[in-house]
């Protein structure tokens, strides 16, 4: 039992679900439109999960008894066929799910490998968080990513110990804290652990967690743009850096000229977008169980390094590169095909 958190005694079971089938096609789900969900036959899967007060990073790690239940929609995709196959968990972004997620979702499903795209958004009555209007505590989503877990060891299909999760930008933060025991004893299931953490232009390397290389013995990878400025390259590189000096398997892989969102075909080469905060002055640290600033306080939106304004833009190269990358990394982990 880890002393930093002593609450972890006081663990909850999340009841899973049952699994609803039909079509993806909920246009008021998330920011996608509904031409995009249509477009193949999936699983709609509902899974218990909690939501938890606050902002952000208050409270950091909220023990699970203070959680309200939440019923979380989820979106399977199964390859053809009836052999077990590996699985990805996709977390969306602050904008909701988006062109991103679903290129993925379909990418990844057409190379044998089953997806499972959460929605951390609808069921709260969320329909984004980039500008700061919403907000969702950190613990929220890292409950839904072990849900989700727990769920995709109900599938007789799924290869439990070869699901890997993979997360973009806001997502990509998620994707890459579920690496650390805490949060996993927290909100996980005891010998249920994710076997790869990806991390696509991730709004975490500006965040220091305490205890940053105490993390599962699983491989992280990172996928980024060196032209992006809504989540800049530069903290990614220092992140991986930290994790390599303490002999983690950690890998940061980068793309020439590429913006956030890259591998969404659905947007146009740059596109601004004035109104949503941005980090990348920031440099948060955990110090006594809090995420804080440089003036010591709470971070969160009204920190003095936040701005507002940043770019995004579709890279066909890019996305070409991190399609071969990713699978490469899978191939070797997954032996998928």
Not at 45 to 62: D, I, N, Q, Y
Not at 105 to 111: K, S, T, W
Not at 137 to 164: E, F, H, K, T, W
Not at 218 to 223: D, E, L, N, T
Request: aromatic share 10%; with cysteine; hydrophobic share 40%.
């Amino acid at each position: 039992m880890n002393a930093r958190h002593p609450h972890l005694r006081n663990l909850i079971a999340l009841r899973v679900g049952p699994i609803a089938r039909g079509f993806l096609f909920a246009a008021a789900c998330c920011a996608a439109s509904p031409q995009a969900y249509a477009e193949d036959a999936n699983e709609i899967v509902r899974f218990k999960s909690l939501t938890f007060p606050g902002t952000l990073f208050e409270p950091l790690a909220p023990p699970p008894q203070t959680g309200e239940p939440v019923t979380i929609t989820g979106f399977l995709r199964l390859p053809p066929g009836e052999g077990q196959v590996p699985a990805i968990v996709l977390l969306h972004g602050c904008g909701g799910i988006s062109g991103s997620d679903l290129f993925w979702a379909r990418e990844l499903r057409d190379r044998g490998i089953a997806t499972f795209l959460v929605n951390s958004f609808s069921a709260r009555g969320i329909s984004q968080i980039c500008t700061g209007r919403y907000t969702i505590n950190m613990g929220s989503v890292l409950a839904d990513a072990y849900g989700a877990l727990r769920q995709l060891a109900q599938v007789p299909r799924i290869d439990i110990g070869r699901v890997a999760i993979m997360g973009f930008s806001f997502g990509g933060r998620t994707a890459l804290w579920t690496a650390y025991p805490n949060f996993r004893e927290l909100y996980g299931q005891h010998g249920l652990q994710f076997a790869a953490h990806l991390g696509v232009y991730p709004a975490a390397c500006f965040v220091e967690l305490a205890d940053e290389a105490w993390i599962a013995d699983a491989p992280i990878r990172i996928f980024h743009g060196t032209a992006d400025d809504y989540t800049p390259v530069e903290a990614c590189r220092k992140y991986v850096a930290r994790l390599r000096r303490a002999g983690k398997d950690a890998a940061l892989l980068e793309y020439a000229g590429a913006h956030h969102k890259f591998d969404n075909d659905t947007l146009p080469s740059h596109q601004a977008l004035p109104d949503v905060l941005n980090a990348r002055d920031c440099a948060f640290i955990e110090r006594r169980g809090k995420i804080v600033d440089s003036t010591g306080r709470t971070a969160g939106a009204h920190s003095p390094c936040y701005g507002r304004g940043a770019s995004i833009g579709y890279n066909a190269d890019a996305r070409r590169q991190a399609i071969a990358d990713v699978h490469a990394f899978l191939r070797a982990q997954f032996g998928s095909p």
